[in-house]
């Protein structure tokens, strides 16, 4: 096979898909138009993950903090996520992909929000990739939601408990956490989960994010040493 997939395959990818406005802006075309191109972007995506066998794959689309745009581009942003969400589902059945939209469901438009829920069930069945849309959501929300609902059961706080009530624990942490567009910041995109993961720069804006970008940040992965706390020689020598 051309462009082979790299020999150690990350379990999770997580991407941050920044860089569509500069995009847009480098050919004249409004913000939105990028926007639009980060979706196209997104399907390719979503395709070569299925293809090269990555299990889950987590996307940052629209943060917290989005809000704060010109109000024309938070609606737009807005529509095309409703539109995606009607658009994408046959394709997404048939490549066998399970879609969970993660972040906070209150302060989305009802229409939305029925959308998102009607997506993810006719997706529930997908067993190929499961993809996670994060979608008005902030790493900082997302710890603050986990703490509130153990102090309303009254649970202790450990990590694995606190782990256990975020929003992303139906998996596990991405090993590799790709960020598009030269920004090399996290922006409150999954700030527990990334504790151990391998961070990938690239300056590719994400419209322009393609196959061969997907390979390159799989074959960079594939050259990293996970070392969590041990010593370079504990882990080559196969230290449990
Ligand atoms: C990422 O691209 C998409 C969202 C944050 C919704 P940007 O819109 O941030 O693109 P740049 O960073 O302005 O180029
Ligand atoms: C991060 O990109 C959020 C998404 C990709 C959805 P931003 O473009 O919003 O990040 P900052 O503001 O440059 O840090
Ligand atoms: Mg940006």
Redesign the pocket.
Known sequence: MNGTPAAVLPGHVAI??????????QRLLP?VA??RA?MEALRRCIAHAVRRGVPILTV????SE?WA?PAE?VSA?LRLMAQALIDEVPRLQEAGVALHVVGQRAGLPADLVAGIEQAERRTAEGCRLVLNVCFNYGGRWDIVQAARQLAARGEPITEASLAAALALAHGPDPDLLIRT?G?QRL?NFVLWQAAYSELYFTDC??PAFDEAEFDRALAAYAQRQRRFGRTPEQVAAGAA
């Open positions: 941050v898909m920044d860089g569509n406005g500069r995009w847009a802006r913000r990028g926007h980060g940052f689309a629209f943060s989005n745009r581009e942003i567009g920004e922006s804006l994400w």
